[in-house]
């Protein structure tokens, strides 16, 4: 807790735990319950997930809560659902890959972040889709390369192509499909010369890709971070879903289209209510007999139950403004770090009346905190995750907790009582918190309600849907193959057409910088910058360059670039990477202070998803003139022990 | 709140109405088409000689709710002063004449083909007898009949005709009266090599050779040869349409003289696509198009922005040949003196690359076969970026590692006169050598000609470099 | 024992024979003999036209003191061979002396060719090859008049520049359509002709000279050329091109090549196994090499083998050119012009700064085959060493890192 004099000092749990509810109190009396905003993470568990949506709604009556996962996946979220009725990252096991002949990997470089995903991808050819020569676009059969920001322009020219040279397939657009030729009458303008202009990729190359991923017996498209962190995110992950749909790839056995989630939980983390515009199964907020079945479930009135709330970025945008909330909770995530325009991010933060951090590291937004929670990490607490084939997976714990450490579940528990909540509406079990789950989801879409703790536990894997049924439902690996989930079983094409970024480079900016991680550390580093051996592997915010972009700029391998955007600068090391477009940087966004990428990436978002444009912004670099060193915007908090 | 009418259904009067769409346009919005179909995309013909899209395929998409499309309707004359515009058509009663009023009028009514003078091709009414064919519109399309298609002149529409046609199962002539394809377009030396590649195709090539007669079936060259042709497919060039300008009394030269608010030379008429000259160009390209429509949309919806022209890219559409051409050609072929040429020349393989750079950026290019350089080269030229200084991976589309200082291969022999390679002199660094003069004593390097002195320089400092990097590494170790 | 080794010819590349075996032969198994027709030892050829420039014909010798007091070397200067006995292995000189050898090398050079012409030995026509004939240059210059060089390639570039040193404005007639075509391209030598100009050498290319007309005196006056324009010259110098020494080896019976020149084998050997031929003279596999660096190659193979060993071979002739003429940084390399199957070709030009560099690259687009620099040679010696070799990443910044400023 901090101190009068400003440090983060000891204090024992009832001092912290009264303070904090005191506050929240008065804040909520003053300025209403959206005084109070809630910040969830994609790594937590589905249990606390799920009890930190009801906390939100029912202990704080928030309106207010949204979480890093927008940051994520939340445009192919948007995508997925509009397109099959039902979002779920594969929709299919991961092991299916396995057997793919073709991959086309649009904006995803899984041999960086997610290492272990690649041996699913050993036998098929990939055909990678990504500004930069990634460790993936390295082992691709193929590798397309479009200016950041224009996939959308590539995904509208492949489906041209799929078109126009016969590759699209005509039984199943006419049977399991709607919209295609609305969808077409755009991408008809989208010839490949043209997208060529656009997006630097070669017609011919376009036409080969195509080919390749028609033409193989076993294909499946999968978009990343890179296809969704736009501010026309959404879009470009629809672009390739109709291609995919054109090609009759999803809901068969052996090829299909997915999305690679981008955190531990990534998936359930979506599901359970920690969404501006959820509540838990999947349900939408908006929706009057999912807020019915919900506060069924919970007790409660649906009534009682706040409406959709701001997204990530509008959230933190809306911190300490006058009709924003003045009290923070943040569980599980570091968004001083992690959240684009990350300089006005802090300043948001730094208005409030009351910052409340849990974790399990001191992370750049806990040393701004007013009170700090340490909480359990992974090998200490009980719990489920949902990967992103939508299996459940227990989370177990082999080793005690150090003292003075609880679970989250038991902050929000502890919280609940002395907001004035019955104590049994937060459990603390992890078991029990799950089995409420499973009853709020029964009926939603996405179904926990036929998983137990004991049927993950005797070795069963359980995709949801998996509703509670006489016979035990054996989940549901594979969705789609009977239909997609909208009332007439018919996937949805999106008719999507291409616009510019939100930024485009020009005299004062003339480069694009792009965004994303490397293999040492994961998301805000927070963690893993706290790993010696990872910090040796990547110590130090850099930016990749192309040498001769680099020498136009003064700059050498080695030397520590200043890169400045309409938003901010920030300082990086030069790499220089012969592979790089010239007119494209890239700034990994693990690294705090004046090394932090995000302050200067754009808080342009997507109109759909609330997505943030981490994928594309307009910067200039120059030689930094002096040394910098990182001063913490207040004292770090004491190291947990 | 403005009444806009659009004369033209195609492309950019299509792009202008759904811009003015999105932009809030306030009031009504009005098309004339002369074609009896809704709009489409002209760009798209040669998809549908191919067979690969139907007719109905290249069908734009329908226009915003609100928007009135008249198909059918020929606009005849228009009154400036009192903003009328006068057409036929449009309806059972062809003959009768419909009064449009406009607060805004655009001209968008495009170009027609140019029609050779070719004794026998045309009947006593001025018409194309039956068996030859314009390729402008998807009626034309429909005239293409039999197995041997003459497709006359050689530009980038016969180019791209002749191979839409060879794919759609035609026996292909080509014929043009220049020696090589594409002359506006391409140097010889690419020319010449579109040439070859064209024959190597299928396509039976004629350059050289003038049309002199047309018989019924038969088409008679210069050279006394006679070609069997099912249709005469004439694609020789297009003329801006501006008739109705003329008669209205607008300034035309070419095209509808525009400014750079897309206003002709009368009050609240404006023009735009091919049958517009802006700054003495009429492009006759879809981009400068879309250009010109997204600026008067800006502008009819009460934004600010002005059209300065579109960088000129020429790029043939057809998967069988990567051909674009950039600026323009006389700046490749009378280099002034602040030009720099990178040509590259495979014949073997029939590529072919002629940049003309100025401060390191193109001013003119002419690519042929290389459709990695023609991607990147499109990029770098509209956004006026300088080229990467590795030229040879642009154009041919390689992938560099660090592109560092130039590192020799240890067998490169360094000094020719005493055939001292590379691995001698780093053999001699081992040794102890660390001076230049030291490392020439040791192997007699640069004692004969000199002129390796540089190379065995650039060595050392390399050496060096790397020595005190490795010193550097041991410091932070210890 | 001792052996004899005769050289005939003392020339560049039969001094650097000389030299060779001096240094290797460590028993000293061999004894030397040189003829030597020139009354002057071993001098550089290469530089001769700084002859003119202020050196003196002692700063080009190539002898030291040491080799000119080599027990071992019997140089004997302004002697010329007059005929090979083979039978009992001996060289007949024109003093009648008889010079027994075991081993006889042939480096009698080459001779500037002069074309059959009308007036082609008019008082005032020379050539360009000794410093004999440089000093009868001198002698005839006038200050100030025209000196017509015949021939644009190499050496008539050096010439034309050599009248210019003393005191002759030059002109130079080349029948083929550029300057050096041997050495570079077409578009090389747009660049190269114009920098020529610039530096105020005048010259005309693609025609071909008809006659050389006499004035009143017999002397030379001027030149009528294949077009039928004439132009006025006090004086004439051939340099269009050599042709190789091969007489002596001719009368001895010993085969030349198709083209001239003393047919040899890869080993630099004649048919008579006692008997090679080295450098201009010399048509190893048919073919002649006007250069100095292939005759020095020759050289050593030569050495090598009557040092005991005959492993290596003359084979992949450099015919590599760089060279600076009036300021002009000119280099040629290997395949200059991309004659082999399948290669590729990327230029530069520059008009602006006067620069031209083309690399001829093999079909595998990285292997350097060859190339031509013209303005800026200064990438020469990586370029050359860089041939059969693939291209290193950033190689093409040194052909324009000059121009740019892009250092690596």
């Known amino acids: 807790m901090r101190t009068k004099d400003g440090r983060l000092a000891p204090t024992d749990w009832n001092t912290a735990l009264d303070t904090v509810a005191a506050r929240l109190l008065e804040i909520r009396a003053s300025h209403g319950p959206d005084g109070v905003g809630v910040f969830g993470g994609g790594g937590l568990t589905n249990e606390k997930c799920y009890l930190l949506g009801k906390f939100a709604r029912l202990a704080l009556g928030t309106s207010q809560i949204d979480y890093n996962g927008r940051f994520c996946m939340s445009s192919a979220a948007v995508a997925g659902n509009a397109a099959f009725g039902i979002d779920r990252g594969l929709p299919f096991p991961v092991t299916d890959l396995g057997k793919a002949d073709v991959i086309m990997l649009a904006g995803a470089n899984v041999a960086e972040t997610m290492p272990p995903l690649m041996r699913h991808l050993d036998r098929a050819d990939l055909i990678v889709i990504d500004p930069r020569r990634t460790a993936t676009a390295e082992r691709a059969a193929m590798h397309l390369r479009p200016a950041p920001g224009t996939d959308l322009a590539l995904a509208l020219g492949l489906l041209h192509i799929a078109v126009t040279d016969g590759w699209c397939d005509g039984d199943y657009l006419r049977e399991r499909t709607k919209g295609f030729d609305a969808t077409w009458r755009r991408a008809m303008s989208w010839w490949p010369e043209r997208v060529e202009r656009i997006t630097g990729v070669a017609a011919s190359a376009q036409r080969a890709a195509v080919h390749m991923l028609a033409s193989a017996r076993r294909s499946y498209v999968l978009t990343g971070r890179g296809a969704e962190q736009h501010s026309k995110g959404v879009d470009t992950v629809s672009g390739f879903i109709n291609l995919a749909l054109a090609l009759g790839l999803p809901g068969r056995v052996g090829s299909g289209y997915g999305c690679l989630t981008g955190q531990g939980n990534g998936q359930g983390g979506r599901e359970h209510g920690q969404k501006a515009d959820q509540l838990p199964g999947y349900r939408m907020i908006n929706d009057p007999l999912a807020r019915e079945h919900v506060a069924n479930v919970w007790g409660v009135s649906s009534d009682s139950l706040p409406g959709a709330g701001r997204s990530a970025y509008e959230l933190l945008d809306a911190l300490g403004t006058p009709t924003g909330p003045k009290a923070l909770l943040v569980f599980g995530s570091n968004p001083a770090v992690s959240a684009p325009h990350a300089g006005h991010v802090v300043d948001r933060l730094s208005c409030l009346d009351l910052l409340v951090v849990a974790d399990f590291v001191p992370s750049e937004t806990a040393s701004m905190a007013d009170v700090v929670f340490p909480v359990t990490q992974w090998a200490e607490e009980e719990g489920t995750m949902t990967n992103l084939e939508g299996r459940v997976l227990r989370r177990r714990r082999i080793v005690p907790a150090p003292d003075q450490v609880r679970s989250d579940l038991e902050v929000l528990h502890s919280l609940a009582i002395r907001l004035g909540q019955p104590a049994d509406r937060f459990p603390t079990s992890p078991r029990e918190v799950f089995d409420e789950l499973r009853r709020a989801s029964r009926g939603g879409k996405a179904d926990y309600s036929g998983i137990s703790y004991d049927r993950l536990d005797s070795g069963e894997a359980l995709h949801w849907p998996c509703p509670e049924a006489a016979e035990p439902h054996p989940g549901t690996p594979r969705l789609f193959l009977d239909g997609f989930a909208h009332p007439d079983g018919r996937a949805r094409f999106a008719e999507v057409d291409y616009r510019d970024s939100a930024e485009v480079a020009g005299e004062d900016y003339p480069l694009y910088a792009t965004t994303g991680r490397v293999l040492a550390h994961y998301q805000s580093g927070a963690q893993t910058r706290r790993v010696a051996e990872l910090n040796r592997a990547a110590a130090e915010p850099f930016m990749e360059v192309h040498p001769d972009t680099a020498h136009r700029a003064g700059l050498r391998e080695g030397t520590l670039a200043t890169v400045s955007s309409a938003r901010g600068s920030m300082v990086a090391r030069v790499r220089l990477v012969g592979t790089l477009r010239t007119d494209t940087v890239f700034l990994p966004f693990h690294f705090p202070g004046h090394g932090r990428a995000n302050l200067v990436t754009s808080p342009a978002l997507d109109p759909l998803s609330g997505m943030p444009e981490f994928k594309v912004c307009a910067v200039r670099i120059a030689p930094c003139p002096t040394p910098v060193r990182d001063s913490p915007e207040r004292p770090a908090v004491a190291a947990r022990t | ?478 | 024992m001792t052996r004899t080794l005769l050289v005939v010819g003392h020339g560049m590349v039969g001094h650097r024979l000389v030299e060779i075996m001096r240094s290797n032969d460590l028993n000293s198994a061999w004894r030397v003999v040189i003829v030597a027709e020139e009354a002057r030892p071993a001098y550089d050829r290469v530089e001769l036209s700084s002859y003119l420039d202020g050196k003196s014909a002692d700063d080009l010798s190539l002898v030291s003191h040491e080799f000119l007091n080599d027990p071992s070397v019997d140089l004997r200067l302004a002697t010329t061979a007059t005929e090979i006995n083979r039978g009992p292995r001996t060289v007949t000189t024109a003093d009648g002396a008889t010079v027994g050898y075991d081993a006889l090398v042939l480096a009698t050079g080459s001779r500037p060719f002069v074309p059959p012409l009308p007036g082609r030995d008019l008082t005032g026509c020379f050539v360009y090859r000794t410093v004999d004939d440089l000093d009868a240059i001198r002698a005839a210059a006038v200050s100030g008049r025209t000196g017509l060089v015949v021939g644009g390639g190499l050496l008539g570039l050096e010439a034309a520049n050599g009248l210019r040193l003393v005191g002759m404005r030059p002109q130079v007639i080349e029948m083929a359509p550029r300057l050096m075509p041997l050495q570079i391209d077409e578009g090389g030598g747009e660049i190269l002709g114009r920098l020529v100009r610039d530096a105020g050498l005048p010259f005309r290319c693609g025609v071909a000279m008809r006659s050389i007309d006499a004035g009143p005196g017999g002397e030379v006056r001027g030149v009528t050329l294949t077009d039928g324009t004439t132009v006025e010259a006090d004086l004439v110098v051939f340099a269009a091109g050599v042709r190789p020494r091969h007489e002596l080896a001719d009368s001895a019976g010993l085969d030349l090549g198709d083209r001239g020149g003393i047919l040899v084998d890869e080993h630099c050997r004649t048919a008579d196994k006692h008997i090679w031929a080295i450098g201009d003279c010399a048509a190893v596999g048919g073919r002649c090499h006007g250069l100095v660096a292939p005759g020095y190659r020759m050289a050593e193979v030569v050495a090598e083998q009557l040092l005991g060993s005959d492993d290596t071979v003359f084979s992949n002739a450099d015919t590599s050119t760089s060279l600076k003429l009036l300021g002009v940084g000119v280099a040629s390399f290997g395949d200059a012009h991309a004659k082999t199957p399948r290669s590729l070709e990327l230029a530069y030009t520059n008009e602006k700064a006067g620069t031209y560099a083309k690399l001829v690259l093999a079909d595998d687009t990285r292997t350097l085959l060859g190339g031509v620099l013209v303005g800026d040679a200064s990438a020469y010696p990586v370029l050359r060493s860089l041939v059969g070799h693939q291209l290193p990443a950033g190689a093409e910044r040194l052909l324009s890192e000059s121009r740019y400023g892009v250092s690596s």
Request: proline share 5%; with cysteine.
């Open chain 2, 1 to 478: 709140m403005s009444n806009v009418l659009v004369v033209g259904n195609g492309p950019a009067s299509h792009r202008l109405v759904e811009r003015l769409h999105r932009n809030g346009h306030q009031g009504t919005i009005t098309v004339l088409g002369a074609e009896t179909r809704p709009a489409y995309n002209r760009l798209l013909l040669p998809s549908v000689l191919r067979r690969s899209l139907s007719p109905g395929a290249i069908v734009l998409p329908a226009p915003p709710a609100g928007v009135r499309v008249h198909q059918g309707v020929v606009a005849t004359d228009i009154d400036p002063r009192e903003r009328v515009l006068y057409a036929t058509g449009g309806g059972s009663s062809e003959r009768r004449e419909t009064v449009y009023r406009y607060d805004e009028l655009v001209l968008a009514m495009g170009a027609r083909p140019r029609l050779p003078d070719l004794p026998g091709a045309h009947d006593t009414a001025g018409r194309l007898v039956d068996g030859i064919t314009a390729l402008r519109t998807i009626a034309d399309c429909a005239r293409i009949n039999g197995d041997r298609v003459v497709v006359l002149g050689a530009g980038v529409l016969g180019v791209e005709t002749a191979l839409a046609l060879l794919a759609g199962g035609h026996h292909v002539t080509l014929v043009h009266p220049r020696p090589h394809p594409m002359e506006r377009e391409l140097d010889t030396v690419a020319g010449q090599l579109l040439a070859d590649h064209l024959a190597e195709l299928g396509i039976d090539t004629w350059f050289g050779r003038h049309a002199v007669g047309y018989r019924p079936g038969r088409l008679l060259l210069d050279d006394g040869q006679v070609h069997l042709a099912d249709t005469l497919v004439l694609c020789t060039g297009v003329v801006p349409e501006v008739g109705l300008a003329r008669r209205a009394g607008l300034s035309v030269r070419r095209g509808v003289l525009v400014d750079d608010r897309l206003r002709t030379s009368a009050e609240h008429i404006h023009a735009i696509g091919d049958c517009a000259e802006h700054q003495g160009e009429v492009p006759g390209l879809i981009a400068p198009a879309w250009e010109q429509a997204d600026t008067l949309a800006t502008l009819l919806t009460g934004g600010h922005a002005r059209y300065r022209g579109t960088p000129r890219v020429l790029r043939v559409k057809a998967p069988e040949l990567d051909i674009a051409s950039f600026g323009s050609l006389r700046g490749l072929d009378h280099s002034d003196a602040d030009v720099e040429l990178v040509t590259l020349t495979d014949s073997t393989h029939r590529r072919r690359a002629k940049l003309a750079l100025c401060d390191q950026r193109i001013v003119g290019a002419v690519v042929l076969g290389l459709p990695d350089a023609i991607a990147s080269i499109s990029q770098l030229y509209d956004r006026n970026l300088p080229l990467p200084s590795g030229r040879l991976d642009l154009l041919l589309g390689t992938a560099t590692g660090h592109a560092a200082a130039a590192e020799l291969p240890d067998d490169a022999v360094v000094c020719r006169c005493n055939n001292v390679t590379k691995r001698a002199l780093l053999h001699a660094w081992s040794s102890g050598a660390r001076r230049v003069s030291e490392l020439t004593n040791a192997t007699r390097a640069t004692t004969g000609c000199g002129s390796c002195v540089s190379a065995v320089s650039r060595l050392h400092a390399s050496l060096e470099s790397t020595d005190r990097l490795g010193a550097s590494r041991l410091d932070r170790a210890s």
